[in-house]
């Protein structure tokens, strides 16, 4: 029982500390674009963690070498839409 109980605290504890599950969309000059999804640990405001992921994709050299720049790039939570169809779309593509 005391394993059973330390382990839920351990496992509980390590993943309390992981952020929002977010999805972002970005599109790129190169005409190419794609969908993400990630949770950033220690970060839950929408905001930073946009700010957060549009830093890592845009130094990402092979996502700047797929994509060219990234002129478009939106986060919102999981289960929220994005502002734009075309993002929409390539959120329910990813799904199947």
Known sequence: ????LIFLVLTLSA???WGK???CYMAGSNGIDQ??????KGL???DAISEELKSRY??????????GGIVEFECVGFNDSFSSDI???RFAELQY
């Open 15 to 17: 993943t309390s500390s």
């Open 87 to 89: 993002a929409n779309t």
């Open 21 to 23: 599950t977010v999805k």
């Open 58 to 67: 845009t130094e990402h050299q092979p996502t700047v070498q797929k994509l």
């Open 1 to 4: 029982m005391n394993k059973l």
């Open 44 to 46: 839950s405001n929408l």
């Open 35 to 40: 969908v993400i999804i990630a949770s950033p």
